[in-house]
């Protein structure tokens, strides 16, 4: 079974400023996605990026880039420039791959960050 | 992107009674549907796995008797709560899955009185 760890339950950051939010996870797998997910306050899941296990390159969306060190079965997420449309609850979230079917997703328990004007 | 609707988004019952939670896709169809219960500045929890046309996989811990899904579509969806009682009350989410994208309901508030 796969766990996802998120330590830090709340975050708050100036605006315009960067932070880091961490994820740690386990699992067995070797073929696998990770994934941020947003849900701000109208609890609509929002995805913010996706990384494949398999690449080695660090994903990156705009002001959000990744952290992902396989090995060390660490997944951070970076904001640069944070935005006060920021603040939201965030999610880091794990799935196995599966040929030829859809895979379930495993949530960290989130962080809550918090963006000051 | 993919556009999940889910109906109603908010419902109030009272003890006892069933409430049918019904989720669709607008633009794409998909084979597996997943619904999850959050609870207020909690995770989101997988109640259960379902693909069209078959019976649902559900969760360690979730009553299958009480939590009805029929997934009778390729669009469409259904999470029947089935004799509610206050402790049902929670968020309910739906996403359709293709692939590694899943594809998230707007969710749905049952509050049981």
């Known amino acids: 079974a796969q766990t996802v760890t998120q330590s830090q339950p709340e975050m708050s950051v100036q605006e315009a400023e960067t932070v880091t939010l961490s994820c740690t996870y386990d699992?067995?797998?070797?073929?696998?996605?990770l994934f941020w997910y947003k849900q701000p306050p109208s609890r609509q899941m929002i995805l913010v990026i996706r990384q494949e296990a398999y690449k080695q390159q660090n994903a990156t969306e705009n002001r959000f880039s990744v952290n992902f060190q396989k090995a060390a079965k660490s997944f951070s997420l970076k904001i640069s420039d944070s935005q006060l449309g920021d603040t939201a609850m965030y999610f880091c979230?794990?799935?196995?791959?599966?040929?030829?079917?859809?895979?379930?997703?495993?949530f960290g328990k989130g962080i809550t960050l918090s963006v000051r004007p | 992107g993919a556009v999940v609707s889910q109906h109603p988004s908010w419902v109030i019952c009272k003890s006892g009674t069933s409430v049918k939670i019904e989720c669709r896709s607008l633009d794409f169809q998909a084979t597996t549907m997943f619904w999850y219960r959050q609870f207020p500045k909690q995770s989101l929890m997988l109640m259960a796995t379902?693909?069209?046309?078959?019976?649902?996989?559900?969760e360690q811990g979730v009553e299958k008797d009480k939590f009805l899904i029929n997934h009778a579509s390729l669009t469409l969806s259904t999470l029947t709560v089935t004799s509610a009682h206050p402790e049902d009350s929670s968020f309910y989410i739906c996403s359709f899955g293709s692939g590694y994208e899943q594809y998230f309901g707007p969710g749905t508030r049952l509050t049981v009185t």
């Open positions: 379902s693909n069209e046309g078959s019976k649902a996989t559900y």
């Open positions: 979230a794990f799935m196995k791959h599966v040929t030829g079917a859809n895979s379930k997703l495993t």
């Open positions: 699992t067995s797998e070797n073929n696998y996605y």
